[in-house]
């Protein structure tokens, strides 16, 4: 077992705090294992049976869901190996490899990953969440194209999952989340994209907030399955870092990732750019670019910070009510609170070809939001995220396990009721202990 710690120097005697891309929850485990192979994860895994305490894996710390205190925590970070096949047209990829090494390891093939927007996050994490990805209403989930994994279960055994081998937990693994084991890598298939048009246009959003929101909706009634999209809205802080026509402004934004020609690119968007007749555009950023700049499109924070967030898996929301949700996070919300809608459906409503865990396929759109913690309270957060719910809440179908950002209190909702009864199942069989979080959905 490699870099085991137990922390004389921790609070309580526990291990020092892990560097983690979220910082707004404390990681204050017994005992810390930085894993560098899978083996030992193994035995990390069958220490912490042997003694009763509770397991958590960390890669990235993106998605940490809430404080990890006590028990056995396995960092999984120098795990991040990446082996690409570009006959198969595969990649092996390791626990603690971000989706940007996918990226730079597969481009050189022409080929390309099923990533969300950040590439800083861990790509095996994000997958077993579902994976929604800057393609996805062309190609799906990312979790519809996993062929294998390499899980370490409660009892400390290590297994290669596969649709022939241990199906059921092939299913269950992949839209499931974190609660069957530790996965230590995964082989995933990639997809033929060298290059796409995208880009943003960020609107002014106190000159017509409302018209911009239903104008979006509207536009993306009307575009194929080969363009995926995002309306994220936010007021800026008034920073010296940040661009010019930004800064302490209330800016809506449309992302767009489209991978046919540039012209037909230009096509699609034309409604978006004349929606700047009356809201004016401070900035357009669409273009031609090679997939490994692709990460512009959303631009993301690169650097760790404190935030909370959640989301509502929607099915067809009414356009007014989402005018309103969006005003209640806007200019007046009590915090800044970053709102992101997703258009879904396409090959997102598809069922794969193999099932898998990942719900809500018949949903339309995924909202989701994110608060800085800066000083704020965690409360008035979840306050404000409950005024958007009971707005929105005549079109709530759920939530998504990719987007719950230190909402660990709240576990109900991230799948329907038969597959959370399945998966229920799943972990009595696997986990009767509880190592990996108690029983599915406490």
């Keep these: 077992m490699v870099s085991a710690s137990e922390g004389s120097a921790g609070h309580n005697g526990r291990a020092e705090p892990l560097p983690t891309f979220q910082t707004g929850f404390p990681i204050r485990p017994d005992r810390l294992v930085e894993a560098a192979t899978p083996e030992d994860v193994r035995a990390a895994v069958a220490y912490a049976g042997g003694r009763g305490l509770h397991v958590a894996a960390h890669a990235s710390g993106h998605g940490l869901p809430g404080p990890v205190e006590g028990g056995v925590l396995i960092a999984t970070r120098a795990l991040d190996s990446v082996t690409v096949d570009p006959v198969r047209r595969t990649a092996r990829i390791g626990a603690g490899a971000s989706w940007g090494r996918v990226i730079e390891a597969a481009a050189p093939h022409g080929l390309a990953p099923l990533n969300g927007s950040s590439p800083s996050v861990g790509a095996v994490s994000y997958t077993l969440g579902g994976g929604l990805g800057i393609l996805a209403r062309e190609f799906g989930y990312a979790a519809d194209h996993v062929r294998s994994l390499d899980v370490v279960t409660a009892d400390g055994i290590a297994r290669r999952v596969t649709p022939e081998r241990e199906p059921e937990l092939f299913w269950g693994l992949r839209g499931g989340g974190h609660r069957l084991g530790v996965v230590t890598g995964l082989e995933i298939a990639l997809v033929a994209v060298e290059r796409l048009y995208g880009g943003s246009i960020a609107f002014d959003g106190t000159r017509a907030a409302g018209e911009v929101v239903r104008g979006c909706l509207e536009w993306t009634r009307t575009v194929p399955e080969t363009l995926t999209s995002s309306l994220a809205v936010l007021v800026y802080p008034d920073l010296p870092q940040l661009p010019e026509e930004l800064r302490g402004r209330y800016v809506i934004s449309v992302r767009v990732a489209f991978t046919g020609d540039v012209a037909e690119g230009e096509r699609l968007v034309a409604p978006l750019r004349a929606i700047g007749r009356s809201a004016a555009v ?85 909202l989701r939001l994110l608060s800085p913690l800066d000083g704020t309270e965690v409360g008035a957060v979840r306050a404000l995220y409950g ?34 009864k399945r998966l229920a199942g ?17």
């Design 282 to 366: 401070l900035s357009d950023s669409l273009r031609e670019m090679p997939y490994t700049e692709s990460h512009t499109i959303h631009s993301d924070p690169p650097f760790p910070h404190a935030y909370y967030g959640d989301s509502a898996v929607l099915g067809e929301p009414d356009a007014e009510r989402t005018v309103q949700a969006f005003e209640l996070a806007g200019p007046r919300a009590p915090m800044m609170t970053v709102v992101q809608l997703n258009h879904l459906g396409g090959a997102l409503a598809a069922r794969p070809e193999v099932p898998n865990a990942v719900p809500y396929r018949d949903a339309g759109f995924l």
């Design 387 to 420: 005024e958007v719910g009971r707005v929105l809440e005549p079109a709530v179908l759920g939530r998504s396990l990719n987007f719950s950002f230190g909402g660990g209190d709240r576990t109900a909702g991230f799948h329907e009721a038969e597959t959370a």
């Design 426 to 442: 799943l972990v009595s069989q696997y986990d009767p202990a509880g190592l990996f979080g108690g029983p599915y959905g406490a």
